[in-house]
């Protein structure tokens, strides 16, 4: 049970990550009585009129939150980003076809692996010179491609993309970790992907955006549940959809919406970057891992230079109730992320803890 007295703690978990208090609340209460049915929502036919009217509330807000005009199709599928990694290059690569890819980190690869075995695929630029710890920049995009993959933010390093690539082929970006933080114009993107845990919603459900137009023309044989137009044609139900991920990111979405939506959390999200940024560049103890103008607002990474006094920094932190700091163990140090529901209080919070820790032990 949730009570008053449960101690406050300060979630920076990379994902899945921290969600709206209220949004827990209303998400728990469906789970005993939803909509007033005396049902669970664990219990009832995704076909119900009560759940139709969930999922097109969350697919209406997709589209809303990104401003997609209407040949884009919202689709919310199981199988996580990962499977999109193998989904975008099935149903966009045309058997005779080259795709491209923008290397940056862990993700992007794996995804430019499932690429590689649907068909040809080109790596335009990459930053695995530099442990990607930058964004590749003044690539010449070749005007051939069936489509450019980027990975709009580097969830592990804690890069960004600040500027899109202006593309001369369709652009697909995985946004699993940055999506409706900051504003885009989805419209831009043939397709755009995001995993729901880190900054929507849930695990469970995977959000896919696409422009319908861009299907149909890979000269391939679809298997039905890879098919993104067998998917669309059954309204996202073609099989039972992952009903409680979806309703809580539909929960997530409309709590963004309500107070303000995307351009209301850009300044917040900014505000709590640049707050934390400042700290690290001001502390004699810690210093980040990335370049500059490719530092994340989602993802923070800091390392100290003198990893010895890492336990001390870690019992400070326990102490005032900081959990899911430490970094990537391909990055090591910390990693602070600034979803959306993060309030500004808990980056205050670890401002306060890192300048005690800079007093006690510079
Ligand atoms: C977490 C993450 C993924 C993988 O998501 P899964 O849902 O676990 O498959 C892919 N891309 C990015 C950018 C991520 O942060």
């Known amino acids: 049970m949730l009570t008053k007295e449960m101690t406050k703690v300060h979630n920076f978990s990379a994902g899945p990550g921290i969600l709206p208090a209220e949004v827990l609340k209303q998400a728990a209460e469906a789970c005993i009585n939803f909509d007033n049915l005396n049902l669970s929502l664990l219990e009832i036919s995704h076909r119900s009129k009560n759940y139709e009217k969930v999922m097109d509330d969350a697919r209406a807000l997709v589209k809303e939150l990104l401003g997609l005009n209407d040949n884009y199709k919202v689709l919310f599928l199981g199988g996580g980003a990962s499977l999109q990694f193998a989904m975008v290059p099935y149903n966009l690569l ?3 076809g080259t795709a491209g890819y923008i ?11 499932e690429a590689k075995i649907i068909g040809n695929t080109q790596v335009i630029a990459s930053s695995e010179d530099k442990k990607f710890n930058y964004i590749p920049k003044g690539y010449e995009i070749p005007a051939n491609l069936d489509y450019l993959h980027i990975t709009s933010n580097n969830t592990i390093y804690g890069t960004q993309i600040k500027q899109f690539p202006k593309s001369p082929v369709p ?10 933080s900051r504003q885009v114009n989805g419209n831009d993107f043939a397709l755009i992907y995001a995993g729901a845990q880190k900054n929507m919603g849930p695990a469970g459900a995977t959000m896919v955006a696409v422009d319908e137009t861009k299907l149909g ?3 391939r044989k679809m298997l039905s549940m890879l098919d993104y137009q067998v998917h669309i044609k059954g ?5 039972t959809p992952p009903v409680f991920p979806i309703y809580v990111s539909m ?11 995307v351009a209301w959390i850009e300044k917040i999200n900014q505000q709590k970057a640049d707050t934390l940024y400042n700290e690290i560049d001001r502390n004699s103890l810690f210093v980040g891992t990335t370049a500059k103008e490719d530092r994340s607002n989602m993802n923070v990474t800091f390392v100290m230079p003198k990893p010895e006094l890492e336990a001390e920094f870690d019992k400070l932190t326990k102490e005032a109730n900081l959990s899911g700091l430490r970094g990537h163990r391909d990055v090591g140090g910390y990693r602070a992320s600034l979803y959306n529901a993060l309030p500004l209080e808990s980056v205050n919070v670890l401002v306060e803890v890192m300048q005690a820790f800079e007093k006690k032990f510079a």
């Open 235 to 239: 309204d996202s139900m073609y099989n």
């Open 251 to 261: 929960l997530t979405m409309k709590w963004l919406k309500d107070n303000g939506g």
């Open 103 to 113: 290397n940056t980190g862990v993700w992007a690869s794996k995804a430019i692996k």
């Open 217 to 219: 023309k890979t000269g």
């Open 171 to 180: 652009l697909v970006c995985d946004m699993s970790s940055d999506i409706f």
């Open 94 to 96: 045309r058997t005779e």
